[in-house]
Nanobody, 120 residues
Framework: QVQLVESGGGLVQAGGSLRLSCAAS????????MGWYRQAPGKQRELVAT???????NYADSVKGRFTISRDNAKNTVYLQMNSLKPEDTAVYYC??????????????WGLGTQVTVSS
């Protein structure tokens, strides 16, 4: 079994900052790409940022220059530092991970999500 657990969401005023964390645990042999996605009410889930095993990063245009994704490979954890938050950043944020289990399977796992609310 593999679990991804997000933390760090909450309510913040526009212009503020939050740092999300997502830790992967369980029968993990290796973690490859990790990422953050978000889903606002009535909208489809969208990519926010991804980071490869070699720490190459990719960002949605809407968050470039404001959000930073990073990872700690020793802890199988991915972070999302969110600065200059805007009301349109309000959403449930989900992390995912492409990993190899100890059984040898390559699979993608998702966390349950953490709510981020930005007030104007």
């Amino acid at each position: 079994q593999v679990q991804l657990v997000e933390s760090g969401g909450g309510l913040v005023q526009a212009g503020g900052s939050l740092r999300l964390s997502c830790a992967a645990s369980g029968r993990i042999f290796a973690v490859n790409g990790m990422g953050w996605y978000r889903q606002a009410p009535g909208k489809q889930r969208e990519l926010v940022a991804t980071i490869t095993g070699a720490s190459s990063t990719n960002y949605a245009d809407s968050v470039k220059g404001r959000f930073t994704i990073s990872r700690d490979n020793a802890k199988n954890t991915v972070y999302l530092q969110m600065n200059s938050l805007k009301p349109e950043d309000t959403a449930v944020y989900y992390c995912n991970a492409d990993l190899q289990t100890t059984a040898g399977y390559f699979e993608t796992y998702w966390g349950l999500g953490t709510q981020v609310t930005v007030s104007s």
